[in-house]
């Protein structure tokens, strides 16, 4: 059983046969060996320190200079020799005078106050550790299988048929009633004609009924009433559709315009907006999963793409393993024109160890996976 020093509140004191001094040892009669005393020793403890280092089973003694460097071993200290053989007895002399008592000596010196142990460095702050890797997400679950059919239930009885009722009794033809005589035919009364200023009457009043309107004047009437662009409705227009001149744009725009220009567009207050369609917008086509980007107004500008979780255009891959990272992020300004990483979106090539991510568009940062 190790039997080790006492240390309490500061103060040291042996509980066990061993040197005064704790550095000397250990705590212990010597050091077992040297790199356990280098260990053992703090830097600020070693100028002057004497150490014991049992070697062959015998004490031996080092020491580290008193000034410069004692970062490194102690040195050998050098000590006494072995003591030497007792000589034999000499003979007995004779007795001498008894001399006058001897003064009483001076008292000792104060010994000089120890050297203050020098404070040890601080440690090294600790690096911090990368950041984990996004986890993988998980595999959709497989779909629910059909469950059986139900039973079909069991038909019900056939009803019973129904009595015949009896035949009516016919009716009696009744007797055909006399033919009422023909009036006599009225003079032909003339055709008025209604004119221009008639036709384009721009009131609903009136009871003048009597005039007829001929093709002619219903054409003159329809060139000078028909509509002018921009019309502006104020109730609603019911009709099967509505055509309007394609690839093009209304050169003046009010609120409520629509117009066909490859896509579909209607004006908002100053915002022009395009009505998506299913065939060429790719929210609503594909099977993989999409993320997506809206203009500030929260809808989908033309300037805005449905893009994927991840990016797959190999000119944008290029040019983000050939950008230049400072500090783990770079500016994509190596981009081809009209090509974007876009904010949120990542990239993971096949072979190496980093991974990359867009913060904001053509801005992205590098990741290594350990």
């Known amino acids: 059983m190790v039997v080790s020093a006492v240390q309490n ?30 260990l053992g020793v703090p830097i600020w403890r070693r100028p002057g320190q004497t150490i014991g280092v049992i070697e062959n089973g015998i004490v031996i003694e080092y020491i580290w200079p008193a000034t410069g460097d004692v970062s490194g071993s102690p040195i050998l200290k050098i000590s006494q020799g ?3 053989d007792k000589g034999d007895p000499g003979a007995t002399g004779a007795k001498g005078d008894t001399g006058p008592a001897g003064a009483d000596g001076a008292p000792g010196t104060k010994g000089d106050q120890g050297i203050p142990g020098v404070k040890g460095a601080d440690g090294a702050p600790g690096i911090k550790g990368d950041q984990g890797i996004p986890g993988v997400k998980g595999d959709t679950g497989a779909a629910g299988t059909k469950g059986d059919q139900g039973i079909p ?9 129904g009595t015949k009722g009896d035949q009516g009794i016919p009716g009696v033809k009744g007797d055909p009633g006399a033919t009422g005589a023909k009036g006599d035919t009225g003079p032909a009364g003339p055709v008025l004609i209604a004119s221009d200023a008639e036709i384009q009457v721009n009131t609903s ?10 093709a002619l004047g219903l054409f003159r009437w329809w060139k000078n009433y028909q509509p002018t662009l921009p019309q502006t409705f104020t109730s609603w227009i019911k009709a099967l559709y509505f055509t309007l001149t394609p690839l093009t744009t209304p050169g003046s725009l009010i609120e409520g315009s629509m117009w066909y220009n490859i896509d579909l567009f209607f004006r908002e207050s100053t915002f022009t907006n395009k009505i998506l369609k299913q065939q060429n917008n790719s929210a609503f086509t594909g099977t993989t999963n999409r993320m997506l980007s809206t203009s500030i107004g929260g809808d989908i ?3 805005n793409d449905i893009v994927e979780g991840f990016n797959l255009d190999s000119d944008v891959q290029a040019a983000i393993v050939g950008a230049t990272y400072v500090n783990g992020r770079a500016n994509l300004t190596n981009l081809p024109a009209g090509k974007y990483f876009y904010q949120g979106t990542e990239y993971c090539p096949p072979s190496g160890n980093y991974i990359y991510k867009a913060i904001l568009d053509n801005v992205a940062v590098r990741m290594q996976i350990l």
């Open 9 to 38: 509140a500061g103060a040291y004191k042996r509980t066990v046969p061993g040197h005064n001094d704790w550095y000397y040892g250990g705590g212990e009669v010597a050091w077992t060996d040297m790199a356990t005393a280098i």
């Open 301 to 303: 500008s033309a300037s």
């Open 205 to 214: 009043t009136g009871t003048d009924n009597t005039k007829a309107v001929t």
């Open 82 to 84: 072995p003591k030497g």
């Open 153 to 161: 239930g069991v038909k019900g009885d056939t009803g019973a048929a």
